[in-house]
């Protein structure tokens, strides 16, 4: 029996509708596995940085961390030095009034740090000098604040004083410089005996 133009027509429309229903599902399949893939992709990217920026703030952290040790025995080292400053200007100080009771003034906030040069001297001094020392450290008057730092040391009724700041020094340098201060500025003069 020979089919009709229309049922002919029919049958095309019937197998278009078939193969666009495959292919949209084709895509769609096609889409769904793309994305699929796209966010594997992705989240091997995403990992791989994160790796890489943990990696780089680890780094960075060690780095600051040996930064700090460093630092940190820096500072220790300054600290030591400057007991041992401390230490040195106490002892001097001690020999020169060779008292059995001493008092020390200091700053304020080099307080800490001249306790524990006295603690530290105090036995050198007494192995050194075979004598007794009694150090009492001033805690109601200290030196100014101002001042670079030293310390002063008196005898017990106060009447003696060392003082071992570097202002005192720079005036004692000072002093014993004065005649070639005075020669540079204002010439030898022919009728000074003596250049004190």
């Known amino acids: 029996m020979a089919l009709s133009d229309a049922d002919v027509q029919k049958q095309i429309k019937h197998m278009m509708a078939f193969i666009e229903q495959e292919a949209n599902e084709k895509a ?4 769904a596995k793309a994305e699929e893939e796209f966010n594997i992709e992705k ?4 990992q791989t940085q994160r790796l ?3 990696e780089y703030y680890e780094k960075k952290e060690k780095q600051i961390e ?3 040790k460093i630092q940190m025995s820096n500072l220790m080292n300054q600290a030591r ?4 400053k401390a230490r040195d200007d106490l002892i001097a100080g001690f020999y020169q009034l060779l008292e059995p009771r001493i008092v020390v003034r200091c ?5 800490p740090m001249v306790k524990i040069a006295v603690q530290k001297s105090v036995p050198i001094y007494k192995n050194a000098t075979k004598r007794d020392v009694d150090v009492h450290i001033d805690q109601d008057n200290f030196l100014p604040e101002e001042i670079s730092g030293g310390v002063e040391i008196y005898n017990s009724d106060g009447k003696i004083k060392v003082s071992n700041t570097l202002e005192s020094r720079l005036d004692l340098v000072a002093q014993q ?3 070639e201060i005075r020669v540079a500025l204002f010439g030898a003069n022919a009728n000074r005996k003596f250049l004190d």
């Open 66 to 68: 040996q930064q700090k």
């Open 52 to 54: 890489k920026i943990m």
């Open 43 to 46: 989240g091997r990217l995403v």
């Open 81 to 84: 030095l400057k007991v041992l």
């Open 177 to 179: 410089m004065m005649p």
């Open 107 to 111: 700053r304020k906030q080099d307080l």
């Open 28 to 31: 769609e399949e096609i889409d």
